[in-house]
């Protein structure tokens, strides 16, 4: 076309949006609704749901195991206890721990990797809503997913315990008040040492699995490397490197919280209270959030 043509204006159909205009809570309704979808496979191809629900399936799947040899057990004409062979609250923590934690390690960078990979920060972090905001519904969208994980197959037990215990449902529930603040206070504890290595993971990573290796292989990793210094050095100090153990300090608070037996437990051994695990996984949420809030406002 020559500079002499006439200017050919094609209507498109294009037109200003007239619906409701919802804010910074509704920015982060949104982010929270897309999060859910991302974790879950949700509106995704069969191969983005099989990890997550095949997660989700096994620890549902393990409490209703538990509970029907409970059932089992009760129908046999010859008393049987239970409770020494199956965990119950306290012990399921232990029993769900390892697919708990490749559940926070596939959510954690679903959450955070692909908004980098793919470009789309600097549409999240128009107005109104700003990178703090953004954070904060990423993490309530972890926080609700995780916690779901651990409290949902504690929630399952309790009513099946309850359902079968001889003394009747309602006296069950009443002599077991106590595990409604037990159970989330160390599911809580769990998801914060979690959380705060997944998002670190998540922050720096390029990719998806990148992050999700980086985030096992730190928590197993010092883990070995405590239990190592643990065994084989015998300096005054050698004792505080049991604190790089953090897979062990949620384990530490949760005995702690349900006054059990922590010999096992590599700080316990090395002489500190449940007090300085219960630190420690404090100490690194708050260093995960003002890391990840840097990196983040370095991206803005």
Same mark, same amino acid.
């Given at each position: ?10 209507? #498109?159909?294009?037109?200003?949006? /007239? $619906?409701?205009?919802?804010?910074? #809570? ?21 191969? +983005? ?6 997660? !989700? ?5 393990? =409490?209703?195991?538990?509970? %029907? ?19 119950? &609250? ?39 809503? +700003? ?30 315990? %309850?359902?079968?215990?001889?003394? +009747?449902?309602?006296? &069950?529930? $009443?002599?077991?008040?106590? !595990? ?5 206070? =160390? ?57 790089? %153990?953090? /897979? ?17 437990? !590599?700080?316990?051994?090395? $002489? ?29």
């Amino acid at each position: 076309m020559s500079s002499n043509d006439p200017a050919i204006i094609l209507d #498109r159909g294009y037109r200003n949006y /007239e $619906g409701p205009r919802t804010g910074r #809570r509704g920015a982060m309704r949104a982010i929270v609704k897309e999060g859910y979808r991302r974790v879950l496979g949700l509106r995704r191809k069969a191969k +983005g749901k099989l990890f997550p629900w095949t997660l !989700i399936a096994l620890a549902l799947g393990s =409490a209703v195991v538990m509970v %029907a040899i409970e059932w089992v057990s009760s129908t046999l004409p010859v008393s049987l206890d239970t409770s020494d062979l199956f965990p119950r &609250y306290a012990g399921y923590f232990d029993f769900i721990s390892n697919v708990a934690l490749l559940f926070a390690a596939f959510a954690g960078p679903q959450l955070l990797v692909p908004d980098r990979t793919h470009g789309v920060l600097n549409v999240y972090f128009s107005r109104p809503m +700003g990178v703090r905001d953004y954070l904060v519904a990423k993490g309530a969208t972890f926080a609700a997913v995780i916690l779901s994980f651990w409290l949902v197959p504690q929630l399952v037990l309790h009513l099946g315990y %309850a359902a079968l215990s001889p003394a +009747g449902f309602l006296s &069950y529930l $009443g002599k077991t008040t106590d !595990i409604l603040w037990k159970v989330p206070a =160390a599911a809580l504890v769990y998801f914060a040492l979690h959380a705060s290595l997944a998002f670190l993971a998540a922050s720096f990573a390029k990719r998806v699995g990148t992050a999700a290796a980086s985030f096992i292989a730190v928590l197993l990793g010092l883990n070995l490397v405590a239990v190592l210094f643990q065994e084989a050095s015998s300096a005054p100090g050698a004792r505080w490197t049991s604190l790089l %153990a953090l /897979e062990q300090h949620p384990r530490y608070v949760r005995d702690w919280i349900f006054d059990l037996d922590s010999s096992a437990v !590599i700080p316990a051994q090395a $002489g500190f209270d449940p007090q300085a695990s219960l630190l420690v996984v404090i100490g690194l949420a708050v260093i995960s959030v003002l890391l990840v809030s840097w990196r983040y406002r370095r991206l803005t």
